[in-house]
C-alpha cells in the first residue's frame, strides 16, 4: 500500500516535551507533600491531563474534590507552559527536520497528531508549524488515545484513507490508536513496550523514507 501521509504524535516524537511534564509534575506532587520519581511518571506516557492527575494522587494516596483536581490540574500546566515557553529550535530532536524534507519532496503529507493542548505553541517555538499539512491537537478531539480519533481526524484533514497514513508514536496508546483507526504504525523507541506496530526506530536520525518503505513491505 502506498504512503500518502505520515502522522506524528508531537511529545517524544517530534520534540521531547517529556521531561517538561515530569517536571511540572514533579513540582506538583512536591506541592501535595509526596515525591513523584521518574519511574513514577513512565505511567503518564501518552495519558490525558485529568487521568494523568488520578495517577499521581494515587501514588501520593491522596483524593481530592472535582474543584481541587481541576485547579491543580491548571496550575501544572501553568508551570509545563512556563518551561515550554523558554525552549528554542534546538529542541527538536535529532533527524526529524530531515526526515520532513524527504517527505515534502516526495509529495507524501504531514499530519499532527497529538493529545497536547500547548502542540501550536510548541511548533511556533521550534518554527515547522510550516511543515505541516494539518494540525491536530487536543483542541480539536474529545476521545483520548488509544481511541483513533486525533489520527482519523488527521487523515481525514490531508485528504487520505486511513490504509493510506502511517502514524509514528512512542506510546503503546497511541500505537493502539493506529490500529484501531486501521493505520500502520511506526514505534519511536522500545519495541517491547510499543507492541503491535509493525515497525520500530531508535528516532529519526538517519532514518529515510526508502527505509520506511521497506521497513513496512
Same mark, same amino acid.
Given at each position: 500500500?502506498?504512503?500518502?501521509?505520515?502522522?506524528?504524535?508531537?511529545?517524544?516524537?517530534?520534540?521531547?516535551?517529556?521531561?517538561?511534564?515530569?517536571?511540572?509534575?514533579?513540582? *506538583? =506532587?512536591?506541592?501535595?507533600?509526596?515525591? !513523584?520519581?521518574?519511574?513514577?511518571?513512565?505511567? *503518564?506516557?501518552?495519558?490525558?491531563?485529568?487521568?494523568? @492527575?488520578?495517577?499521581?494522587?494515587?501514588?501520593?494516596? @491522596?483524593?481530592?474534590? +472535582?474543584?481541587?483536581?481541576?485547579?491543580?490540574?491548571?496550575?501544572?500546566?501553568?508551570?509545563?507552559?512556563?518551561?515550554?515557553?523558554?525552549?528554542?529550535?534546538?529542541?527538536?530532536? /535529532?533527524?526529524?527536520?530531515?526526515?520532513?524534507?524527504? @517527505?515534502?519532496?516526495?509529495?507524501?503529507?504531514? #499530519?499532527?497528531?497529538? #493529545?497536547?493542548?500547548?502542540?501550536?505553541?510548541?511548533?511556533?517555538?521550534?518554527?515547522? &508549524?510550516?511543515? !505541516?499539512?494539518?494540525?491536530?491537537?487536543?483542541?480539536?478531539?474529545?476521545?483520548? %488515545?488509544?481511541? /483513533?480519533?486525533?489520527?482519523?481526524? =488527521?487523515?481525514?484533514?490531508?485528504?487520505? +484513507?486511513?490504509?493510506? #497514513?502511517?502514524?509514528?508514536?512512542?506510546?503503546?496508546?497511541?500505537?493502539?490508536?493506529?490500529?484501531?483507526?486501521?493505520?500502520?504504525?511506526? =514505534? &519511536?523507541?522500545?519495541?517491547?513496550?510499543?507492541?503491535?506496530?509493525?515497525?520500530?526506530?531508535?528516532?529519526?536520525?538517519? !532514518?529515510?523514507?526508502? %527505509?520506511?518503505?521497506?521497513?513496512?513491505?
Amino acid at each position: 500500500m502506498e504512503i500518502k501521509a505520515c502522522l506524528f504524535d508531537l511529545d517524544g516524537v517530534v520534540v521531547d516535551t517529556a521531561k517538561f511534564h515530569f517536571l511540572a509534575w514533579k513540582r *506538583l =506532587g512536591e506541592e501535595l507533600g509526596f515525591d !513523584f520519581t521518574e519511574e513514577d511518571n513512565e505511567r *503518564l506516557k501518552g495519558v490525558s491531563r485529568m487521568r494523568s @492527575l488520578d495517577i499521581l494522587l494515587e501514588i501520593g494516596g @491522596l483524593t481530592l474534590t +472535582q474543584e481541587e483536581k481541576e485547579a491543580a490540574a491548571a496550575k501544572k500546566n501553568e508551570w509545563y507552559v512556563e518551561f515550554i515557553t523558554k525552549m528554542g529550535t534546538d529542541e527538536i530532536l /535529532p533527524g526529524v527536520k530531515s526526515f520532513f524534507d524527504q @517527505l515534502k519532496a516526495a509529495g507524501v503529507k504531514i #499530519a499532527l497528531g497529538s #493529545a497536547s493542548k500547548n502542540a501550536m505553541m510548541i511548533l511556533e517555538r521550534l518554527e515547522i &508549524v510550516n511543515y !505541516f499539512d494539518a494540525i491536530i491537537d487536543g483542541t480539536h478531539v474529545e476521545k483520548a %488515545k488509544p481511541d /483513533p480519533e486525533v489520527f482519523l481526524k =488527521g487523515a481525514e484533514a490531508v485528504g487520505v +484513507q486511513p490504509g493510506e #497514513a502511517v502514524v509514528f508514536e512512542d506510546a503503546a496508546a497511541g500505537v493502539e490508536a493506529a490500529l484501531n483507526g486501521g493505520m500502520r504504525a511506526v =514505534g &519511536v523507541g522500545d519495541p517491547a513496550v510499543l507492541k503491535g506496530a509493525q515497525m520500530h526506530i531508535d528516532g529519526f536520525e538517519g !532514518f529515510t523514507l526508502e %527505509k520506511l518503505r521497506a521497513g513496512l513491505e
